[in-house]
């Protein structure tokens, strides 16, 4: 008897263990929630990277999954904006894409071309089905979103890697990949070179005292706060602010988010406070953050908001990651939080 329990007890444990992983709920706007998948992955690694100097290569993804390309592939479906945008500046082409948002931002000369891909639904949930008949060689995907997919177009055979393009690191180590899988590396270093140079002339104007922020984000259902794991968490790291929210845990492994606590928000004071969203345009974003300070009394406490510091983040750089533009999102930021350096960001 003392066998079977010691059995169920087990079970149990496995049943509990594979809830806590598998969902978490969010508190936000009107004490809605959100569940949110996460997946265990390793902030440290680099987003993707490529081993060989030549063809076979082998591609190691966010996921530490290993792809073996033994020769350049000829048809590729780059199922998500960001690495899309990359892939192109370096001279890619893809045969479809997931639906591309109004608010990312596309390379000019390619965006018609981009607009008009064949495309295989929304990128949070594309159709498989819509991908298979173009028989790529070679499937980019994205981790999150994607991977559920992903991993069931690996099983079914096909080339697949997953890319993470979180921040100004995921940018290079992507076009670092790219540029590989492309036979063109030289076109890769300067992309980065031009990236890095811009960075750093943004970078040396920054004043020798920082200033701290908070970077909330809202969507549709939810209000939480962004962890340094986050774009615009990268963007306030790179421009040496202080995110307040920086030593909080997040609400799951691998997650850029943490629960909100306006009271720990007033505690620490932040000189500004940065909005992010995810809704269905930046209007929409600014009304309802706007009604969230004017109906909820205990927003009184901070300072920043009563005193207008608060600074609204287009989902076209701090959304969705602006790829080749990454450093329009950098200046953006410096814009806002330092005018006087940067001059006024036009609105």
Known sequence: ????????????????????????????????????????????????????????????????????????????AVLSGTPLNIWYDLGGKSVCTSDVSDNVKLIPEYREEIRNLPTIGPVYSIDMESVIPHKPDLIIAQVGTQSTQAKKLREMGFNVIT?????????????KAFGKILEKEELAE???????????EIVSKLPDESKSVVI?????????VKLDNSIAGDVAKILRLKNIASDLPPDTIGSETTPLD????????????????????????????????NTNPVWSGVKAVQEGRVIHLPQEYFLYNAGPYYNEAIEYMAKNIYPEIYEEVNK
């Open 190 to 200: 300067t992309k980065i070179k031009e990236l890095e140079k811009q960075k750093k």
């Open 1 to 76: 008897m003392k066998k079977y329990k010691n059995i169920l007890w087990l079970m149990i444990l496995a049943v509990i263990t594979t809830s806590i992983s598998g969902c978490t709920k969010t508190t936000g706007v009107g004490g809605l929630t959100n569940v949110q998948n996460t997946e265990k992955v390793d902030d440290t690694q680099l987003s993707i990277t490529v081993e060989g100097d030549k063809y076979p290569l082998t591609v190691k993804d966010f996921l530490k999954k290993e792809t073996i390309l033994k020769e350049k592939p000829e048809k590729i």
């Open 262 to 293: 306006i009271e720990y928000i007033v505690e620490k004071n932040p000189d500004y406070v940065l909005v992010t969203s995810m809704i269905s345009s930046n209007e929409e974003a600014i009304k309802s953050i706007e009604e969230e300070f």
């Open 216 to 224: 909330l984000y809202i969507t549709s259902k939810t209000l939480a």
């Open 163 to 175: 890319t993470h393009i979180r921040g100004y690191d995921d940018v290079v180590s992507t076009y």
